[in-house]
């Protein structure tokens, strides 16, 4: 099981103290949170992708490159890549360099966006949005996996013959999820490639969120990856602890009320009864995380947002040291206690555990699950030939999907 924070990097003021902070101090703020899960003993830092303002992270792969060189062991993922306005050609060759500079710490999350603005800015119809992301991800997908690519497609120019460089690391791409706030599409497309499906999982209430992870765990197995509980599922969530609880509601408070679940007319205790909110003590945020399991089932990654609506960094990072003091440890005995077995760990590229031959530190753990492990080529056994892919998940040229090349260890 993976823990860690995301940030979307919004400015806002702080409203306790009405200051707001300047783009360039929030955007070392982010890379402050980012080295400080590191040291608290967390896996992952993820970033959003945004192109207006109140949002200072336009650049992702540049602020997880730096990320890269500030640390040893955490993973560094986005939170979303836009794969609807990005060009997939420029995506598989970016996030492969930095999956290179990064010794295989690195893995994406894709999506739509909410940004509607952003969709001319780039050149595309937002009417257009879900065939843009069937077919961005369907041709990210082969460039990956694939060399002399020849492709047709209605987003962008033809392509003859394309190869994608650098190839990803040790010829594995990076992990990708899909996230969603509410589309089944997204989440059938998570299964049909085998790839991972990443639940929004902020402003609404619980129950909306188990419908989308179980269409996914239920295709993932329908399109042949496994079992419905080996699929690979992600939640996001925030989370605000105080060592009491009603510190911690206080405290939270004046964030709360300016941020978007204000809007749905919930009070602070509705928005945390109803909605995966996680704002109390360290023994109430523990339990109610536990829950999530009796859910959603066990799942994969789970990573909070901290910073959000004006809180300021040095309560961001005391958010931070709590969740690696107090509540992470806690979790991951009491979830490793009733795991079973044939539930999949974590996704990890293989390199992030071999540090001497790619120049990091080792991790802290060892990989250990060998179905996520295929065979050496000279002993695999081909794959049977699958139909072709519906048009509606693919685009105009598609690779079929499964584990082919998915040779991503797990933790």
Same mark, same amino acid.
Request: glycine share 8%; net charge neutral.
């Given at each position: 099981?993976?823990?860690?924070?995301?940030?979307?990097?919004?400015? !806002?003021?702080?409203?306790?103290?009405? *200051?707001?902070?300047?783009?360039?101090?929030?955007?070392?703020?982010?890379?402050?949170?980012?080295?400080? @899960?590191?040291?608290?003993?967390?896996?992952?830092?993820?970033?959003?992708? %945004?192109?207006?303002?109140?949002?200072?992270?336009?650049?992702?792969?540049?602020?997880?490159?730096?990320?890269?060189?500030?640390? +040893?062991?955490?993973?560094?993922?986005?939170?979303?890549? /836009?794969?609807?306005?990005?060009?997939?050609?420029?995506?598989?060759?970016?996030?492969?360099?930095?999956?290179?500079?990064?010794?295989?710490?690195?893995?994406?999350?894709?999506?739509? &966006?909410?940004?509607?603005?952003?969709?001319?800015?780039?050149?595309?119809?937002?009417?257009? !949005?879900?065939? /843009?992301?069937?077919?961005?991800?369907?041709?990210?997908?082969?460039?990956? +996996?694939?060399?002399?690519?020849?492709?047709?497609?209605?987003?962008?120019?033809?392509?003859?013959?394309?190869?994608?460089?650098?190839?990803?690391?040790?010829?594995?791409?990076?992990?990708?999820?899909?996230?969603?706030?509410?589309?089944?599409?997204?989440?059938?497309?998570?299964?049909?490639?085998?790839?991972?499906?990443?639940?929004?999982?902020?402003? !609404?209430?619980?129950?909306?969120?188990?419908?989308?992870?179980?269409?996914?765990?239920?295709?993932?197995?329908?399109?042949?990856?496994?079992?419905?509980?080996?699929?690979?599922?992600?939640?996001? &969530?925030?989370?605000?602890?105080?060592?009491?609880?009603?510190? @911690?509601?206080?405290?939270?408070?004046?964030?709360?009320?300016?941020?978007?679940? +204000?809007?749905?007319?919930?009070?602070?205790?509705?928005?945390?009864? *109803?909605?995966?909110?996680?704002?109390?003590?360290?023994?109430?945020?523990?339990?109610?995380? /536990?829950?999530?399991?009796?859910?959603?089932?066990?799942?994969?990654?789970?990573?909070?947002?901290?910073?959000?609506?004006?809180?300021?960094?040095?309560?961001?990072?005391?958010?931070?040291?709590?969740?690696?003091?107090?509540?992470?440890?806690?979790?991951?005995?009491?979830?490793?206690?009733?795991?079973?077995?044939?539930?999949?760990?974590?996704?990890?590229?293989?390199?992030?555990?071999?540090? +001497?031959?790619?120049?990091?530190?080792?991790?802290?753990?060892?990989?250990?699950?060998?179905?996520? %492990?295929?065979?050496?080529?000279?002993?695999?056994?081909?794959?049977?030939?699958?139909?072709?892919?519906?048009?509606?998940?693919?685009?105009?040229?598609?690779?079929?999907?499964?584990?082919?090349?998915?040779?991503? *260890?797990? %933790?």
């Amino acid at each position: 099981m993976q823990f860690g924070i995301f940030s979307v990097g919004e400015l !806002a003021p702080d409203p306790r103290a009405g *200051r707001m902070p300047s783009e360039h101090e929030r955007i070392r703020a982010m890379t402050a949170l980012a080295v400080r @899960a590191e040291e608290a003993g967390l896996d992952v830092f993820a970033t959003g992708e %945004h192109h207006s303002p109140p949002y200072v992270c336009s650049a992702p792969a540049t602020l997880l490159a730096y990320l890269a060189a500030r640390t +040893r062991r955490l993973i560094l993922s986005t939170a979303t890549t /836009l794969i609807t306005t990005n060009d997939p050609v420029r995506v598989a060759e970016e996030y492969a360099l930095l999956q290179h500079l990064a010794g295989g710490r690195l893995d994406l999350i894709a999506g739509r &966006g909410d940004t509607p603005d952003v969709y001319p800015w780039f050149g595309q119809d937002l009417r257009e !949005a879900r065939a /843009l992301a069937r077919e961005n991800y369907a041709l990210l997908h082969r460039l990956w +996996r694939e060399t002399d690519v020849d492709w047709r497609g209605r987003s962008r120019a033809r392509l003859d013959g394309f190869t994608s460089t650098p190839r990803p690391l040790d010829g594995v791409p990076p992990f990708v999820w899909h996230a969603s706030v509410r589309c089944t599409e997204t989440a059938e497309r998570a299964a049909y490639y085998g790839d991972g499906f990443f639940a929004d999982h902020l402003l !609404a209430p619980v129950g909306h969120y188990a419908r989308l992870v179980e269409h996914y765990r239920t295709r993932y197995a329908e399109h042949g990856h496994g079992a419905p509980e080996q699929a690979i599922v992600g939640l996001g &969530g925030q989370l605000f602890v105080r060592a009491r609880s009603q510190d @911690a509601l206080s405290g939270f408070r004046p964030y709360f009320d300016r941020s978007p679940a +204000r809007a749905l007319h919930w009070s602070l205790e509705e928005a945390a009864a *109803r909605t995966p909110l996680t704002v109390g003590s360290p023994d109430e945020a523990i339990e109610k995380i /536990l829950g999530f399991r009796e859910v959603y089932g066990h799942y994969q990654r789970q990573l909070f947002t901290v910073d959000h609506a004006g809180i300021p960094l040095e309560t961001a990072l005391e958010q931070i040291d709590i969740l690696g003091e107090r509540i992470v440890p806690v979790l991951r005995r009491e979830l490793a206690a009733t795991r079973p077995p044939a539930v999949p760990p974590a996704p990890r590229h293989p390199a992030a555990d071999h540090p +001497r031959a790619h120049g990091h530190a080792a991790a802290d753990r060892p990989a250990h699950h060998p179905s996520h %492990h295929p065979a050496p080529a000279a002993t695999r056994t081909a794959e049977p030939a699958r139909p072709a892919p519906p048009r509606h998940l693919t685009g105009a040229s598609a690779l079929p999907p499964g584990r082919v090349g998915h040779t991503h *260890r797990t %933790h």
